[in-house]
């Protein structure tokens, strides 16, 4: 099956995707190298994973180009050295309109069950990247229908027709927006991370890589007192994981009592922990500043009105200074410095850094 073309209204497509995310994954020549305690990602049948494809994805994810001015790509709120988050509360779109919520680490997504802080339909990332491609509400990068003048560009950029042509060897034309979002989903796929202090520690029996401190704060994690890990659990540290062996399971969605409004219900998807220490602010609007003040939001129990949708889990517990500094010294443990500057993910365009429109 082809993916669904960009002109058909954004919603139609959306509404198309959960359709599309059954068999297994055809013989992809793809190496993922994935570490212990890692399961292979789900990856759709339409889109095997393919080094080409993730290479010319790279590029395409780093190319001012792919918006209504030239003044931002995908990079511009997923920077790798902030864990592909951008460090504000909310997205800055290409045109200066902010978005409501704000951008996510792009970390690990191949295993996101559901994509977006709310969005419980949408899960192939072949699909989520026209929403900042085309969507106008906000204005991400705000190319317009059909994007004829990007299309242009690629199919005019003797770079871009070499890479194009190794992607998709079977087309005639590879030139069109759903291989361009094939594209960008494989190279978001490849972006793992399973490098970190922790993971060296829990994984790779390496018992000197944290500290004590780090060690009784994983405890805290743990127990059923705090029970962060009953939204926070598994090797991704989020319930929204999937899986080739389950990539049809069910996302749990929570309020956390995080919504400023008392009588907003919206739930979300609990996104992973790890490269929390670079990621903040925190949270979908970007409300809270510090992991201390998460903390601080977890143990009074949330945002105090009365929230008619609050998580049963968000009941609030005591905490003393010491157990706080230690829950906080085991999640910076989660930070995987390898990833921040690996050049697999890095901007592939000479003169890097210019392109992103920063
Ligand atoms: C204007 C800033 C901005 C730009 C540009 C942008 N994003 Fe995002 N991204 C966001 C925000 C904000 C969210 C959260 C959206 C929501 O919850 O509605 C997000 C969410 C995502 C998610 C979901 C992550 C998850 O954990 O569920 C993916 C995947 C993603 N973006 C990929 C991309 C790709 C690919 C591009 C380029 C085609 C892109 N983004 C361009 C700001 C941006
Ligand atoms: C009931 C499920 C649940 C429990 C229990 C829970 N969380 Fe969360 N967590 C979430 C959800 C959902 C979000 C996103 C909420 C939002 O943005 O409104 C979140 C967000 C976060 C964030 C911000 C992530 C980001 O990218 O901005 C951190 C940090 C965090 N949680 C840490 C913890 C810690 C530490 C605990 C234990 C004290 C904990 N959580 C317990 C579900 C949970």
């Known amino acids: 099956m082809r993916s669904p ?206 500290s004590e401190s780090a060690k009784q704060g994983e405890k805290l994690f743990f127990n059923q007192h705090l029970h962060c890990f009953r939204c926070h659990g598994g090797f991704n540290f989020s319930d929204a994981t999937v899986s080739e062996q389950n990539a049809d399971r069910r996302i749990a969605f929570h309020n956390t009592a995080v919504n400023l409004a008392p009588n907003d219900t919206a739930q979300f998807k609990t996104p992973t922990l790890r490269n929390i220490a670079i990621t903040a602010p925190y949270m979908h609007d970007g409300s809270i500043a510090t992991l201390d003040a998460v903390i601080d939001h977890y143990a009074v129990g949330g945002r105090q009105h009365s929230n008619l949708n609050k998580d049963p889990l968000i009941g609030g517990f005591e905490i003393s200074a010491e157990e706080r500094k230690n829950l906080i010294a085991f999640l910076e443990t989660l930070t995987d410095r390898e990833l921040l500057r690996d050049p697999r993910f890095a901007n592939p365009w000479p003169g890097a850094g210019k392109i992103d429109g920063n």
Request: aromatic share 10%; glycine share 8%; hydrophobic share 40%.
């Open 5 to 210: 073309s960009a002109l058909l209204p954004l919603a139609a497509l959306i509404a198309l995707a959960p359709l599309a995310r059954h068999a297994r994954s055809a013989e992809p020549d793809y190496q993922w190298n994935l570490p212990k305690g890692f399961p292979v990602p789900y990856v759709p049948p339409d889109n095997p994973m393919t080094a080409a494809k993730v290479e010319l994805g790279r590029y395409l994810f780093y190319d001012a180009r792919m918006s209504v001015n030239g003044k931002a790509s995908c990079a511009a709120c997923h920077k790798q050295e902030l864990a592909f988050t951008d460090g504000r509360a909310t997205g800055l779109g290409a045109s200066g309109e902010s978005h409501t919520r704000g951008a996510m680490s792009l970390v690990n997504i191949a295993y996101s069950g559901s994509l977006t802080w709310v969005d419980q339909r949408l899960s192939r990332l072949e699909d989520q990247a026209l929403v900042p491609m085309f969507g106008d509400r906000p204005i991400e990068l705000g190319l317009p229908q059909g994007a004829p003048a990007f299309i242009g560009t690629i199919r005019a950029d003797t770079k871009y027709r070499s890479l194009f042509a190794a992607a998709f060897p079977q087309d005639a034309d590879p030139f069109t927006i759903p291989n361009v979002t094939r594209a960008i989903a494989s190279f978001e796929r490849s972006i793992i991370s399973a490098r970190s202090t922790y993971d060296r520690y829990h994984y790779g029996g390496d018992d000197s890589a944290v």
